[in-house]
């Protein structure tokens, strides 16, 4: 992956279950 999609730890860490799942997914889908 690149360092951009090095932003999902701080969401992992801020954010809930089902928000870090959404997030994550829209990044993979961004860095693909």
Known sequence: ???GC???T???RCGG????A???AAIII???
């Open 10 to 12: 701080r969401y992992e």
């Open 22 to 24: 959404v997030i994550l």
């Open 30 to 32: 961004f860095c693909l």
């Open 17 to 20: 279950n089902f928000l870090n």
């Open 1 to 3: 992956m690149k360092d």
């Open 6 to 8: 090095g932003v999902a």
